[in-house]
């Protein structure tokens, strides 16, 4: 076969894109290089650095091409709770496994303070009203509830098990596990609660209080 024939054989085997395939994807990899250095940004400085125009210095870009992508600030904001779901999501798997739920749901708890320490920024975005204009919508919710789902699904195996009492759902179960760790964490952000060594010995004091009132019987 001449070089001819392998080149147009090349080009019938090459899969070819149209132009705006092409440009979808251009823009999906833009995007992506915004959320990150947004991500950068919230990181490195808070929630109160993360403006259309310092994203756009930090990209060297106009600021034309942040709102033709997102719109506005918020719809960037959005983004990033995404992003912070991803984190909390890969955290809490990441969480050692325990022979009992009662210690599991520990390590979960305590997974979770390590997030909001580790990831402040994202934590105060996502569950600090962080950005005052910026309200999830129900597909960033849903981001929640999929990176919460390690926690779901012990709940939900304890139940079935009957190691935690029916008497409410598992959401609900979960709601109130979440809820008063919650209010620790931020709390102490708000600086109600001195050093950081003794918010998280009242944390794991809530965390242990909210495991007894779950688990009545002793860890065997």
């Excluded at 997974?111 to 909001?116: E, I, R």
């Excluded at 620790?184 to 242990?208: K, M, N």
Aim: with cysteine.
């Amino acid at each position: 076969m001449s070089d001819q024939d392998n080149s147009s054989a090349n080009t019938n085997t090459r899969q070819l894109k149209t132009y705006q395939e092409v440009r979808l994807q251009n823009n999906e990899n833009l995007r992506k290089l915004v959320i990150d250095a947004a991500a950068a940004l919230l990181q490195e400085e808070g929630p109160e650095a993360v403006t259309v125009r310092r994203v756009s210095q930090k990209m060297d870009c106009s600021t034309k091409i942040i709102y033709s992508l997102f719109v506005n600030k918020e719809g960037l904001a959005q983004q990033l709770y995404l992003e912070g779901c991803k984190i909390l999501a890969h955290v809490l798997e990441g969480t050692p496994q325990a022979a009992h739920p009662a210690q599991y749901i520990r390590n979960i708890g305590e997974a979770y303070w390590q997030f909001g320490q580790r990831y402040s920024s994202y934590y105060k975005l996502m569950f600090g009203g962080a950005f005052a204009d910026f309200k999830p919508d129900e597909g960033s919710m849903q981001g929640t509830v999929t990176a919460m789902r390690q926690l779901l699904t012990m709940v939900s195996h304890a139940q079935e098990n009957g190691l935690i009492s029916g008497q409410y759902d598992t959401e609900t179960v979960v709601r109130m596990f979440w809820a008063p760790l919650h209010g620790v964490i931020h709390l102490y952000f708000g600086g109600h609660l001195g050093d950081v060594q003794s918010a998280h010995a009242l944390y794991r004091q809530t965390l242990s209080l909210i495991v007894s009132s779950l688990f009545p019987d002793p860890i065997r």
